[in-house]
């Protein structure tokens, strides 16, 4: 089944050109089943592309995906077409009234900031207990799980001396996880933050369980039983040329970057990088729609309850 994506959103036609199955409102209105209505919580910058990063993911699934794209309700995007936010976003007071059998929220470039000095953190902290009652489960990424994980649990972030930049092997400690289904016994994941959550932190909370972990960026995806959440400080989604977009936007601003690891062959940032996660980014996504089918109530009012 495909994901139903309005037909004038970019990222439509992107994914309908790379074979990823695309419905429009019409098509999807002609099927006689309960699509899953997942939510995107986009904090990020570049709009367009994040969701087309997010909806290439959920869309590869067999079941019908409704997504609803979301955005804080007093912040205003300063890279993206207003008419784009217009039609396409709906600002969280807004639907914070519906229920949602999935929500993901994003990364945001603002790592450097702490919690409280966020503009949109009260609301967010909002979105966070809200998930709680209208959301059966919810994946932060990145900025976005460093935020939730802290919110519920109180692990904090720490900043690093140089960024943590490239791909870097993480080792599955939890092969039996519903969301590690079809996982290899480690796997690439690229990386790209200026802080850390430490494994002794999460250590320290019952609920918490590091499902992939790396000894050099440390821990890579954690599920939290006491939340029916999931966070990943890294990014599965990433297009190919994902980091290599952040790596020349840094060298020709003359901003002191270094290459990322094991990204480029024989790390020559002249030769173009090969994807090596894209497998397990579908897979991990794939096993977390699978996990929400099986588990939410068919009516949606039962969601939370």
């Not at 209505?37 to 990063?53: D, F, H, V």
């Not at 993480?170 to 850390?196: I, K, M």
């Not at 980014?281 to 099986?294: C, D, F, K, P």
Request: net charge negative.
């Amino acid at each position: 089944m495909p994901i139903r994506l309005p037909e004038s959103l970019p990222a439509y036609h992107i994914l309908d050109r790379e074979g990823v199955m695309v419905m429009d409102e019409l098509r999807a209105t002609r099927q006689d089943i309960r699509p899953l209505r997942i939510a995107l919580l986009n904090l990020m910058p570049k709009k367009i592309q994040s969701e087309t990063q997010f909806a290439r993911l959920i869309g590869a699934t067999p079941l019908q995906i409704d997504l609803t794209l979301i955005r804080m309700t007093e912040h205003h995007s300063k890279t993206t077409a207003p008419e784009h936010m217009e039609e396409f976003y709906r600002p969280f007071q807004q639907v914070r009234d519906e229920r949602f059998d999935g929500l993901i929220i994003t990364g945001a470039p603002i790592e450097h900031l702490a919690f409280s000095d966020v503009t949109y953190w009260d609301e967010l902290r909002e979105v966070f207990d809200w998930s709680q009652t209208h959301v059966h489960n919810t994946f932060g990424v990145c900025w976005g799980g460093m935020a939730m994980i802290n919110h519920f649990h109180g692990v904090p972030k720490h900043m690093l001396a140089t960024k943590m930049f490239g791909c870097f092997r993480q080792t599955n400690t939890s092969p039996a996880s519903v969301y590690l289904r079809g996982f290899s016994d480690d796997c690439l994941v690229p990386v790209s933050r200026w802080t850390e959550i430490r494994q002794a932190d999460l250590d320290r909370v019952a609920a918490l369980r590091t499902l992939l972990f790396s000894e050099v960026s440390g821990p890579c995806l954690v599920a939290d039983s006491a939340h029916r959440a999931l966070y990943t400080f890294d990014h599965f989604e990433y297009d190919s040329g994902t980091l290599k977009e952040e790596y020349d936007r840094d060298a020709v601003a003359g901003t002191p970057i270094a290459v990322p690891v094991n990204y480029f062959p024989d790390d020559d940032p002249t030769r173009a990088p090969l994807n090596r996660w894209r497998s397990h980014g579908h897979l991990l996504y794939g096993n977390w729609i699978n996990e929400i089918y099986q588990t939410t109530p068919f009516d949606l009012r039962d969601i939370g309850t």
